[in-house]
T-cell receptor, first 115, second 111 residues
Framework: EAQVTQNPRYLITVTGKKLTVTCSQN?????MSWYRQDPGLGLRQIYY???????DKGDVPEGYKVSRKEKRNFPLILESPSPNQTSLYFC??????????????FGPGTRLTVL | AQRVTQPEKLLSVFKGAPVELKCNYS??????LFWYVQYSRQRLQLLLR??SRESIKGFTADLNKGETSFHLKKPFAQEEDSAMYYC?????????????FGTGTKLQVIP
């Protein structure tokens, strides 16, 4: 089944304790992206990747890191989490064609709470 | 820079009433526009895209370049339409396709 998976789905941690949220897709998509969803603010892009070893900042990259060593995986790293990073995180992927119109496929979400 | 504006955070309508979720965009080129839906406790999923000119679950959306709008419409709301709706724009940025989402509108259909 074509899908985007994220792990963990739920995480409660403490300030300053490094964590990684994994994202994997099995559709051979070039483009992958991380978003955070907060009430009243909608979806905001954190980082995106156009292909292996090609990443760039989105609208709210502060406090986050990413890597794209393989096409299927795009982990989100919080080196020193803070309470303002408490949020619902979504990973997404899509083909990176020259034309638009390509649907984004979203993961199930990771609910992170930083105490 | 590209931008998507959804002016309503919450839209409440009665079952059977018409629905219009507003979306305005700012983009200098020819945009690709989408509507995504998120039902309670589920992941986002594509509802429709403007290039397909399709109707999904009774919803339609027409791209109006003059008004830079892509409003989502349905003539008769159903309870199962209650969800969060996001408008999104895909545009070229530095040689790549960048996707920008609006802040979303929560649709509440009252029985």
């Amino acid at each position: 089944e074509a899908q985007v998976t994220q792990n963990p789905r739920y995480l409660i941690t403490v300030t300053g304790k490094k964590l990684t949220v994994t994202c994997s897709q099995n559709m051979n998509h070039e483009y992958m992206s991380w978003y955070r969803q907060d009430p009243g603010l909608g979806l905001r892009q954190i980082y995106y990747s156009m292909n292996v070893e090609v990443t760039d900042k989105g609208d709210v990259p502060e406090g986050y890191k990413v890597s794209r060593k393989e096409k299927r995986n795009f982990p989100l790293i919080l080196e020193s989490p803070s309470p303002n990073q408490t949020s619902l995180y979504f990973c997404a992927s899509r083909p990176q064609g020259l034309a638009g119109g390509n649907e984004q496929f979203f993961g199930p979400g990771t609910r992170l709470t930083v105490l | 820079a590209q931008r998507v504006t959804q002016p309503e955070k919450l839209l409440s309508v009665f079952k059977g009433a018409p629905v219009e979720l507003k979306c305005n965009y700012s983009y200098s080129g020819s945009p690709e526009l989408f509507w995504y839906v998120q039902y309670s406790r589920q992941r986002l999923q594509l509802l429709l895209r403007h290039i397909s000119r399709e109707s999904i679950k009774g919803f339609t959306a027409d791209l109006n370049k003059g008004e830079t709008s892509f409003h989502l419409k349905k003539p008769f709301a159903q309870e199962e339409d209650s969800a969060m709706y996001y408008c999104a724009l895909s545009g070229r940025s530095g040689g790549y396709q960048k996707v920008t989402f609006g802040t979303g509108t929560k649709l509440q259909v009252i029985p």
